[in-house]
């Protein structure tokens, strides 16, 4: 039995995420420990196609979820399901597939056991992750960005959002997967345009070369756009047509383009810290958290750094691997809402491809 120093029995919650490409489980105590954190990765499943097909990725997590959930169990050291105080699934948003395989099975496992079930919002899952790996307090300032998301939200509470910004087309991993594909990088795109643009010996050379747009800059909202710059990308290499272009090439566009993205970001952070200081106007040092896949990358990362520096904020970022989908950031949320004696859902609650943070109780 894990204790923790008082002589307690830990409270223990599994965590299960299926909403894209990785299978995960995860268990978690309410000391923020990580007793179990299991990824299986589809990536070399999806990167023939160039990006996740849901069919292809709801057949794998069937495939792997039951073996993951028993591995999870015996890192854990933990015997039967009957010791774990509750399980959290993603219940979405994400691809209705996947998503409906993780609940399938957590709901099994809370049914057989008898044990109280979180429906876990993916994007609540990111936003709450910095509160197990670095202890952040609330309200803070979130950058949600990843694959399919680019939002800015202010974190009040648990269950208590507000969205500043949003995308309004392309989300800005997807930019970054797009991007990869039409300059031939492969998958995921992420990955391979930053080790791409890390080649560019002369950003600023690179800047001039391959002109491209910084859309919403300089405009007094936080929302986003992406759709310019992925259009922009598709007509370099058209003019230089991609057969042509050397490595060196392809790393100046790549370079290019993180700069158009980094100085995006910045100009709209800086509009939401704005509006967060009116809302909190005598709160020393908030935290300016990072979350997401996108959240991965450097250049990124050091530009927030920068904004969060030069508005004193605190720069937050979970550890890279807890950044993109994982297991933990699920069991986190869950065991979140059972300390805070949030009631646990009924066994028949719905999973949904499109589930808004704001909507989230």
Same mark, same amino acid.
């Given at each position: 039995?894990?204790?923790?120093?008082?002589?307690?029995?830990k409270?223990?919650?599994?965590?299960?995420?299926?909403?894209?490409?990785?299978?995960?489980?995860?268990?978690?105590?309410?000391?923020?420990?990580?007793?179990?954190?299991?990824?299986?990765?589809?990536?070399?499943?999806?990167?023939?196609?160039?990006?996740?097909?849901?069919?292809?990725?709801?057949?794998?997590?069937?495939?792997?979820?039951?073996?993951?959930?028993?591995?999870?169990?015996?890192d854990?050291?933990?015997t039967?399901?009957?010791?774990?105080?509750?399980?959290?699934?993603?219940?979405?948003?994400?691809?209705?597939?996947?998503?409906?395989?993780?609940?399938?099975?957590?709901?099994?496992?809370?049914?057989?056991?008898?044990?109280?079930?979180?429906?876990?919002?993916?994007?609540?899952?990111?936003?709450?992750?910095?509160r197990?790996?670095?202890?952040?307090?609330?309200?803070?300032?979130?950058?949600?960005?990843?694959?399919?998301?680019?939002?800015?939200?202010?974190?009040?509470?648990?269950?208590?959002?507000t969205?500043?910004?949003?995308? !309004?087309?392309? /989300?800005?991993?997807?930019? @970054?997967d797009? &991007? #990869?594909?039409? %300059?031939?990088?492969?998958y995921p795109? =992420? *990955?391979?345009?930053?080790?791409?643009?890390?080649?560019?010996?002369?950003?600023?050379?690179?800047?001039?070369?391959?002109i491209?747009?910084?859309?919403?800059?300089?405009?007094d909202?936080?929302?986003?756009?992406?759709?310019?710059?992925?259009t922009?990308?598709?007509?370099?290499?058209?003019?230089?047509?991609?057969?042509?272009?050397?490595?060196?090439?392809?790393?100046?566009?790549?370079?290019?383009?993180?700069?158009?993205?980094?100085?995006?970001?910045?100009?709209?952070?800086?509009?939401?810290?704005?509006?967060?200081?009116?809302?909190?106007?005598?709160?020393?040092?908030?935290?300016?958290?990072?979350?997401?896949?996108?959240?991965?990358?450097?250049?990124?990362?050091?530009?927030? !750094?920068?904004? /969060?520096?030069?508005?004193? @904020?605190?720069? &937050? #970022?979970?550890? %890279?691997?807890l950044?993109?989908?994982? =297991? *933990?950031?699920?069991?986190?949320?869950?065991?979140?809402?059972?300390?805070?004696?949030?009631?646990?859902?009924?066994?028949?609650?719905?999973?949904?491809?499109?589930?808004?943070?704001?909507?989230v109780?």
């Amino acid at each position: 039995m894990v204790q923790n120093k008082n002589g307690k029995a830990k409270m223990k919650v599994l965590g299960i995420e299926s909403s894209c490409d990785e299978t995960a489980v995860a268990i978690v105590t309410d000391t923020k420990e990580i007793l179990a954190n299991l990824i299986f990765s589809q990536v070399d499943e999806h990167a023939l196609y160039g990006g996740v097909v849901p069919e292809v990725a709801a057949r794998s997590h069937m495939k792997h979820i039951t073996a993951l959930t028993k591995q999870a169990m015996l890192d854990a050291n933990i015997t039967d399901f009957s010791e774990l105080d509750a399980v959290a699934v993603t219940a979405g948003p994400g691809l209705i597939g996947g998503v409906m395989v993780g609940a399938m099975m957590a709901k099994a496992i809370a049914a057989v056991h008898g044990l109280p079930i979180y429906a876990i919002n993916h994007l609540e899952g990111h936003a709450l992750m910095a509160r197990m790996s670095n202890d952040v307090a609330f309200p803070y300032l979130l950058l949600l960005a990843s694959g399919g998301h680019s939002q800015i939200i202010i974190v009040h509470d648990i269950g208590q959002y507000t969205c500043l910004g949003t995308t !309004k087309d392309d /989300a800005m991993g997807e930019c @970054f997967d797009k &991007t #990869a594909k039409l %300059i031939g990088l492969g998958y995921p795109g =992420g *990955v391979m345009v930053e080790k791409m643009a890390a080649k560019c010996s002369d950003i600023d050379t690179a800047i001039k070369e391959f002109i491209l747009p910084k859309p919403m800059l300089g405009r007094d909202n936080c929302d986003f756009s992406f759709s310019g710059l992925k259009t922009a990308v598709r007509r370099q290499v058209e003019i230089k047509q991609i057969e042509n272009m050397s490595d060196e090439e392809k790393s100046m566009l790549c370079a290019s383009f993180q700069h158009s993205v980094n100085l995006v970001v910045k100009d709209r952070l800086k509009n939401a810290i704005i509006q967060f200081r009116k809302i909190f106007p005598n709160m020393d040092s908030p935290s300016l958290v990072v979350s997401g896949g996108v959240a991965a990358n450097k250049t990124l990362r050091q530009g927030l !750094k920068e904004v /969060a520096t030069e508005h004193d @904020f605190q720069f &937050t #970022a979970p550890p %890279i691997e807890l950044c993109t989908d994982n =297991g *933990v950031m699920i069991a986190w949320a869950g065991m979140e809402r059972l300390l805070a004696k949030k009631p646990a859902d009924k066994l028949d609650f719905a999973v949904v491809p499109r589930w808004p943070l704001e909507s989230v109780v």
